[in-house]
């Protein structure tokens, strides 16, 4: 028994540092991030878009809908 308690505890003791190691590499460079390289015009325009649609309609929708159904006892 004193054996196998002597082995793992020097198992233990002698676990290796972890080095740093990288999940991705990331250029540093302007507009070559994504690929396929999107223009700033394109992502305004989308941006713009997403904002006005999905950014601020749906959530407000969402919002606003259950208040007007309840007011209208449940049918609108």
Do not use: C, Q
């Not at 070559?32 to 959530?59: A, D, E, M, N, Q």
């Amino acid at each position: 028994m004193s054996m196998i308690l002597r082995s793992t505890s020097r198992a233990l003791a002698r676990t290796p540092a972890t080095t740093g190691t990288r999940l991705a590499h990331f250029e540093n460079k302007v507009d070559h991030t994504i690929p396929g390289g999107i223009s700033r015009k394109s992502f305004r325009i989308k941006f713009l878009v997403y904002t006005l649609t999905g950014g601020i309609v749906v959530p407000v929708t969402g919002w606003l809908y259950p208040i007007a159904k309840a007011e209208n006892g449940g049918s609108l």
